[in-house]
């Protein structure tokens, strides 16, 4: 008899167990080479607390949806991804300590799913914050950090796409768009929802501002995208993109895709956003960005910027890379067990 499990779940059997604990070995081993220092949070956390940073309905995958009451009435959450718990936890327990503060963790967050599209509802990520330091040198070295990780599971071919989630808001802003056009007109950008983008859009703006934003959001390739621009709006907007690119070595620009109507879904991002992807998966496998004002919510304000790593999904490519043969960086199969596991369901990781 076999029986169910929910959906968005899965059982991990030893020889992916046995992976999976290499690649976040590899992980750490970086994470900590950079001087982060890991911390754990509880699996649970009060409503409120993700209430305060804009976590809550509406927010999509990253939408809280396991809940449950405690014996004091206060409304628990299974928590949807790690930047807030550690927002709370910087607050609480940091509040005194010099800056920059470096964090790193891996751990388990829940996820509300869409079904028929492969989600996961838990998802094993791991990531680092940096805390008190501003752009574009802090987000240098999260970038860093990210493809030095995404090198040492033995994803060389990785590709981490930038944009800045300041980008369309401020044009909005600069061309009077109102609050509810431009909500309207940021759903569409961060769903990628193009036919829906281009009719909020010009119902919003003129002709020349339209076709501005329009062409913004299609641009995706590299540095010499920046140069092509020719309108100061669009060149001033931009700029903290041109600063990202300038601002990393050679190795992490030549990784690097620029997105300029790349935007994330969750509303604490306040400039540099980022999406990992690898061949063979049509989704992100990881995904990041700055959240200057989420610090502040929570007591003390601080710059910061972060990115997490779906790990199943990590091995996901490992294993579409490499099929039939061991990766380097990985512990080698127990006696007897020379076959690779099959690649598990795909996940879609919100930042």
Do not use: N
């Amino acid at each position: 008899m076999t029986l169910p499990i929910p959906s968005g779940t899965r059982d991990v059997l030893p020889d992916e167990m046995r992976e999976r604990h290499g690649v976040v070995a590899a992980l750490r081993d970086v994470f900590t080479s950079h001087g982060y220092g890991e911390v754990s949070t509880p699996s649970v956390e009060y409503a409120s607390v993700l209430e305060r940073a804009g976590v809550g309905a509406g927010a999509g995958a990253a939408d809280p949806r396991f809940r449950s009451v405690d014996e004091h009435g206060e409304t628990l959450v299974l928590r949807s991804d790690m930047t807030v718990p550690i927002a709370r936890l910087v607050s609480a327990r940091f509040s005194d300590a010099p800056v920059p503060i470096r964090l790193s963790y891996q751990a388990h967050c829940y996820r509300s799913i869409v079904p028929g599209r492969g989600q996961s509802r838990e998802v094993l990520q791991a990531g680092i914050e940096l805390v008190g330091a501003g752009a574009p040198d802090g987000t240098a070295e999260a970038l860093t950090v990210l493809v030095g990780a995404l090198k040492a599971v033995g994803l060389d071919d990785a590709r981490v796409a930038v944009g800045d989630a300041s980008i369309f808001p401020e044009l909005l802003a600069g061309a009077g768009v109102d609050e509810a056009r431009r909500a309207a007109i940021l759903h569409e950008l961060s769903t990628r929802d193009l036919v829906g983008l281009e009719r909020e859009v010009r119902a919003a703006v003129d002709g020349e501002t339209a076709a501005m934003l329009l062409h913004l959001a299609s641009r995706r390739g590299g540095p010499e995208l920046l140069d092509a621009l020719t309108d100061p709006r669009a060149i001033a907007a931009t700029e903290g993109v041109r600063q990202i690119v300038d601002g990393v070595d050679a190795d992490v620009r030549s990784r690097l895709i620029l997105d300029l109507g790349l935007t994330l879904k969750l509303g604490y991002y306040t400039g540099a956003v980022f999406e990992v992807f690898a061949p063979g998966q049509g989704h992100a496998i990881g995904g990041g960005g700055r959240y200057d004002d989420l610090l502040g919510r929570f007591g003390r304000s601080l710059p910061a910027v972060g990115f997490a790593l779906d790990v199943d999904a990590l091995h996901t490519a490992l294993v579409g890379k490499s099929r039939g043969s061991w990766r380097v960086g990985l512990p080698a199969p127990a006696p007897g067990l020379d076959a690779v596991p099959g690649p598990p369901k795909p996940t879609e990781v919100p930042s």
